[in-house]
């Protein structure tokens, strides 16, 4: 039964990712350069509810979305995050646009899970402060993947970055940072409300099924 449960969520949470990609101005919304994303959100919620191993999964596919997309749909930084488009300044693709795509992606389903965990047996797991664990999770969840992202990006592809905005020198790392403190603040804040809202609801529903077995 457990497991029926559990694969039952999982196709959920792959079906509403689907949604989110399939969707324009949805799972990936358009900020200058960079895409802003709502795909995180699902795969946090699957690593606190599910586990690191469903929730890696499903950040996986995330990451493999994000490259399918970036191969299809072009964008000025298609290079890093599909290894099928010519890096700036190059006739071929880069393996490294695989790291980008899918480390930081994979991560957002363990991250979390762990942050949950810990901040639970930091408060001696109190009812009243699985809200605080919940939102602090889904911050730090989508903070992973905006932090690992651009930095990948300044680190395995700083020149062809640079070209891309136009920018040089100290100014490269001065456009990771804004991304990073803009649309990304933007983004875990949206992740951590949402994570608050839905885990919470989810996590009861678990817990009262679990009981009524008993």
Do not use: C
Not at 36 to 41: L, N
Not at 51 to 76: D, E, Y
Not at 167 to 184: D, H, K
């Amino acid at each position: 039964m457990k497991n029926t449960k559990t694969f039952t969520l999982t196709a959920m949470f792959l079906a509403i990712l689907i949604l989110l990609s399939a969707v324009p101005f949805l799972g990936f919304i358009p900020i200058g350069p960079i895409n802003a994303t709502t795909m995180h959100i699902p795969v946090i919620i699957a690593s606190i509810v599910l586990g690191p191993r469903i929730g890696a999964f499903l950040g996986g596919v995330f990451g493999l979305i994000s490259m399918i997309r970036s191969t299809v749909i072009l964008s000025p930084l298609s290079f890093v995050f599909s290894p099928f488009i010519p890096v700036i300044g190059t006739d071929q693709g880069s393996w490294k646009a695989i790291i980008v795509a899918m480390l930081p992606r994979i991560l957002i389903g363990v991250v979390p899970y762990f942050i949950f965990i810990g901040l639970k047996k930091l408060t001696k797991n109190k009812p009243t402060s699985q809200t605080f664990s919940l939102f602090i999770a889904g911050f730090l969840g989508s903070a992973t993947n905006t932090i690992l992202v651009m930095n990948l990006i300044y680190f395995l592809f700083k020149d062809s970055y640079a070209q891309s905005i136009g920018a040089n020198g100290a100014a490269v790392y001065t456009a990771i940072l804004t991304v990073i403190f803009t649309s990304g603040i933007v983004e875990a804040v949206v992740a951590a409300i949402a994570t608050v809202g839905v885990t919470s609801v989810l996590l009861r529903l678990v817990k009262n099924n679990a009981t009524q077995k008993l």
